[in-house]
């Protein structure tokens, strides 16, 4: 019996490729995106302390309201409003959760749903999986802005969703308010939901700030806001991430989310409220991510690269078509083999694959290991 794939395009993704190649050859893991540095250790002593204490049952499925209300006087703090923690935050076991129960919430078969390419990897099979159709439009090649023309001409009245990434995986672009202003007016007259993807809310540089869609007033009615505390705080193995949306778009997300996972993890939610008390916990995160942006972009002047410093994100693109014109997945390897760092080809983020010459880099490591990085990377030119 066949089991007949309902995901037929979807293999092993490249950033499990990547990272196996580099663990094999030994290489700088620089694809990947996770912290190479530990959380803090108040945090890691947090979890111990609840796991102690007994917090190890199922919490309440919308998650402990303690922490729904830090989330929510973080938003407030941040992002200047203050959502509902009752009835606007859930909390989840990650953002890859959230997105999907977001998407699963409003999608129905034959609707139709806007991806801005280059797109992170989750959003297409969400999408398929509920029946919908992407619509494919692709970022400005310049500096990955949105092209708000080509997005208008995207729309149908079978559109039913736009997803949205700001700070932007894999580019680092952040939307200005300019770009918020154009998606609002587009979508002022129309039935169209947004999932805005905001796992990189925290890593923002050169004094932007990161702008949530739920900041906005109009599109807060529309908008799941998708984040993620593995992100902000370095332990993005404990998958935990959070929603927020309006109230009636709340009460959807959390029937797909009930049944999906229920709930999530109880010792870490504790201490997570806990560990929110202190706003600079999370306020301080920009600057040290700058340090490390800085450093990264420093030194890939050196690498004969073309580049633009990221805004955003621990990722850093940069392109070699001046300098060769191998293809990126080909690149990857052989600088993952031969010059023992690796990276991820960002062809990947494409749904036909198409191939601009760009590679991105993960920046959120030591800075023995981003100088050592470096430092073989001025190998570049004997590869290509
Ligand atoms: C843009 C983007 N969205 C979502 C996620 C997933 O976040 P989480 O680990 O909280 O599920 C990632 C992780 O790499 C990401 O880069």
Redesign the pocket.
Known sequence: MAIGSKLPHVGTTIFTVMSRMASEEGAINLSQ?FPGFGADPVLLELVGKYTRDGYNQYPPMSGIPQLRRRLAEKTELTQIYFPDPETEVTIVS???EA?FSAVTAVVRPGDEVVLLEPA?D?YEPAVTLNGGVPVYVPLNAEDFSVDWERVEKALSPKTRLIMV?SPH?PSGYVWTEEDIDSLATLVRDRDIYLVS?E?YEHITFDGRKHISLGSHPELRNKTFVCG?F??TFHV?GW?I?YCIAPSDMTVEFRKIHQFLTFTTVTPIQYALAEYLEEPNRYLSIPAFYQSKRDLFAGGLTRTGLIFTPARGSFFQLASYGHLSQIGDRELAERMTRRLKVACIPVSVFYSDRRDDKFIRFCFAKEEAELFEALERLQGLPEIL
């Open positions: 995106g990650g953002a890859t997105l992170y989750s990434n995986n993807d796992v993620s593995g992100k993005t998958k991430g």
